[in-house]
Structures are given as structure tokens and as C-alpha cells.
């Protein structure tokens, strides 16, 4: 099954730690810090709903392998910052397009899809060949053209997305995406996730 490449790029450094120093200005307790203090004060911060000291911290991903389909999904989280792959600079003639599974395991739909991408692709051959400029011979583009998009935001927003796009009836390719940013996530700062587990048989993310 198909599944899109999520990469970090950047992550605040020790942001855990970072997460404490910010929240206990809240409570003027300072001197409560100490080795590994914050695991504790993160899971406390996290049950009490405290969750605005987690937007201290950030991290970075690129998403590449994924549909423009996907990415209109994305970027509907207004909290985060974006800079995606444009089709009004990139020359998009010989396109890479995500199927569906859906589609590929059936036979008849397989096929009506890839003639459509063929046709597309020779209209888009064909009006770039009539000197159209890119950021018009785009508009023949379908959702399914692969792209790649970089992503910012801080860890309350990474909470939202991946326990929002991570549920069963969220779309499988910003499930797909969710899932892998929850487990590199997990490994830098585990005590901001922890309380997120994939269900790797279901493709799920659950709360734990």
C-alpha cells in the first residue's frame, strides 16, 4: 500500500525541558527542576488541559509522495506554516500521480483512471507546446499529481492534527501522514505524545 515519506527537518532542541522552564513560570516553582522533572510536569500539564505551554516547542516535516488532494487537506490547519512544491514554476509534464487502492485493485477503474492521467498529461504536453505558460497549463491538473509540502508548527497543533487526521474515518493518505509524524514525534519528545499509540493493524492513531 502506498504511503507518503515524512521527514523531519527541524525540532526545538531539548524541547521538553523547554516545555518545564515555560510552564512552571506559571507556578513560580523553579526550584522543582531537576533531572528528568519534566516528564512529570508534561503528563500533569497534558491531564490538567494546560495544553497552551506545549506551543512553546516546534517541528518542522517535509511530506513528499503525497497528492495535492492531500495537501489541500493540510493546509486547512491555519495554526501551521507552509510552503508547498508550485505548479505555477515547476514544470509538471512528466507529473507523478497517487492512485488510490481503491482504484488500483480494481481492474475497470484502474484502468478509466490511468487513461485519464495519459489524457491529461497530453493536454498539459499540448498547451505548453502553444507557449501557455505554466501557471496556466496547471489549471488541467487533477488532485492526484504528486507534490510535496514542509510544514511548521508548534506541539499543541502537532496534538490537534495528529488526533484529529489519525481517526478511522479521516481520509487514508492524511491518516497515512498523521501516523508517521506521530512516531518520529514520539521519539523526540515522548512524554508530549505518549498518550498517542498507532494501532498498526488498524492504520489508526488512539489515545491511550
Not at 83 to 99: A, G, K, L
Not at 187 to 208: L, Q, Y
Amino acid at each position: 500500500m502506498f504511503t507518503p515519506k515524512v521527514e523531519l527537518l527541524a525540532i526545538t532542541s531539548n524541547a521538553e525541558k523547554l516545555i518545564e522552564a515555560a510552564g512552571r513560570t506559571s507556578y513560580l516553582s523553579f526550584d522543582k527542576q531537576g533531572e528528568g522533572t519534566e516528564k512529570r510536569f508534561i503528563r500533569m500539564l497534558i491531564k490538567s488541559g494546560h495544553l497552551s505551554v506545549l506551543e512553546h516547542a516546534y517541528a518542522t516535516f517535509r511530506i513528499s509522495g503525497a497528492s495535492r488532494s492531500f495537501t489541500h487537506q493540510l493546509v486547512r490547519h491555519r495554526l501551521c506554516s507552509f510552503i508547498q512544491q508550485s505548479q505555477r514554476y515547476v514544470d509538471e509534464r512528466n507529473f507523478n500521480y497517487i492512485e488510490p487502492d481503491s482504484i488500483r485493485n480494481n481492474p475497470e477503474a484502474h484502468s478509466i483512471f490511468v487513461d485519464f492521467m495519459d489524457q491529461t498529461k497530453a493536454a498539459y504536453l499540448k498547451l505548453n507546446k502553444l507557449k501557455i505558460k505554466k501557471e496556466d497549463a496547471r489549471y488541467v491538473l487533477p488532485n492526484a499529481v504528486e507534490s510535496q509540502i514542509v510544514v511548521s508548527a508548534n506541539f499543541r497543533e502537532w496534538r490537534h492534527i495528529i488526533d484529529l487526521r489519525g481517526k478511522p474515518q479521516s481520509q487514508w493518505e492524511i491518516k497515512k501522514v498523521a501516523i508517521g509524524i506521530l512516531k518520529i514525534l514520539k521519539k523526540h519528545a515522548p512524554n508530549v505524545f505518549g498518550d498517542f499509540e498507532v494501532d498498526e493493524e488498524k492504520e489508526i492513531i488512539k489515545e491511550v
